[in-house]
């Protein structure tokens, strides 16, 4: 008799997106598309872009005064935005 290497089907998935490298984007747009989520819809609402560079997330923020006060929120934020996706995708936020 042989020994069968029987695994779950999400673990296969998760050796064959890494070995492709496609681990890193998929996380990435996860939290891209959890910011809403996370940050609640009349946070997304003056938010225009969303993009992520350097394991820093960027968004576009167009009232000033929001922008300050998500500022001050900015380790809260990536934290509750990490745990979201689960894992360590991004280390910084930056408002523009």
Known sequence: MFKRDVQP???ILKKLLRQEGLETPLMQKRLVDAWAQVAGPSVDRYTAE???????LYVKIQNPALRQDLSMMRS????????????????DIRFY
């Open 50 to 56: 969303k993009f992520i560079r350097n394991q820093t």
């Open 76 to 91: 809260q934020l990536v934290r509750r935005l990490n745990e979201h996706v689960g894992a360590q995708v991004i280390a």
């Open 9 to 11: 089907l999400s673990e």
